[in-house]
């Protein structure tokens, strides 16, 4: 099955731009979507990219896809400390089939002043 | 339009109680999924309910289970509660059972159980 994987934490000055990146398995994922969670709130999708998209750009977010090498990323420009939050990646299950989701890890983004 | 809202919001109960869970579904949206977040496992699937039916099932003891209801609300039951079932519980609903990013999943805020 799906497998989706992230690193684990961010650090970077506000202004700057940060790179979330993920990995993937099922390469018959027909789209990937990103997903923030603030503190003690659920989760609020970002943005999603098709899977015959190599880029999408959303204001100031960015996805990548590589397809070949399975790997996404989210780009934030002008990072602000509202950024501050977690992170997910997340890729269907089964296809679509189903609202089923397989997350990553999360990646905890630290904006500094 | 109201959100998906998810009661109570905070919970504590000890080894052995049983919790149930409730989710309200944004108006008109007819798929309820949860999923428990926990700091070691994350984000992980329990079920989806579609129309009163369950469809999908994560990998999960059968102490957890859940209904929806016709109005769509739904309801995650846990019994014998143990240690490592203290997580957020996230419910999320979207209008259609088929995923896609044209059937928007919204996530409600969670509910935290603690048991001690």
């Known amino acids: 099955g799906e497998d989706v994987e992230q690193s684990l934490f961010l650090s970077v000055r506000e202004g700057d731009s940060s790179v979330i990146n993920c990995t993937y398995t099922d390469s018959s994922s027909t789209y990937l979507y990103w997903y923030k969670q603030e503190p003690g709130a659920g989760l609020q999708l970002l943005t999603y990219?098709?899977?015959?998209?190599d880029m999408k750009q959303d204001q100031r977010l960015t996805v990548l896809l590589n397809k070949k090498d399975k790997h996404l990323s989210l780009r934030i420009a002008d990072t602000q400390t509202g950024d501050s939050a977690i992170y997910f990646c997340a890729a269907p299950a089964d296809g679509g089939a189903t609202n089923k989701l397989i997350f990553g890890t999360g990646t905890l983004l630290a904006v500094q002043p | 339009k109201a959100g998906v809202t998810q009661t109570p919001r905070y919970l504590i109960k000890t080894r052995g109680q049983q919790v149930t869970l409730s989710c309200s579904p944004i108006s008109g949206h007819r798929s309820v999924s949860w999923y428990q977040q926990t700091p070691g496992q994350g984000l992980q699937f329990l079920f989806e309910y579609f129309s009163e039916t369950q469809r999908n099932k994560g990998n999960f003891p059968g102490r957890f289970s859940g209904r929806q209801f016709s109005n769509s609300r739904s309801e995650m039951n846990v019994s014998t509660l143990e240690l490592g079932d203290s997580a957020l519980y996230l419910c999320?609903?979207?209008?259609?059972?088929?995923?896609?990013?044209?059937?928007?999943?919204?996530f409600g805020p969670g509910t935290r159980l603690t048991v001690l």
């Open positions: 990219i098709f899977s015959n998209m």
């Open positions: 999320a609903s979207s209008f259609e059972l088929a995923g896609g990013p044209h059937n928007e999943q919204f």
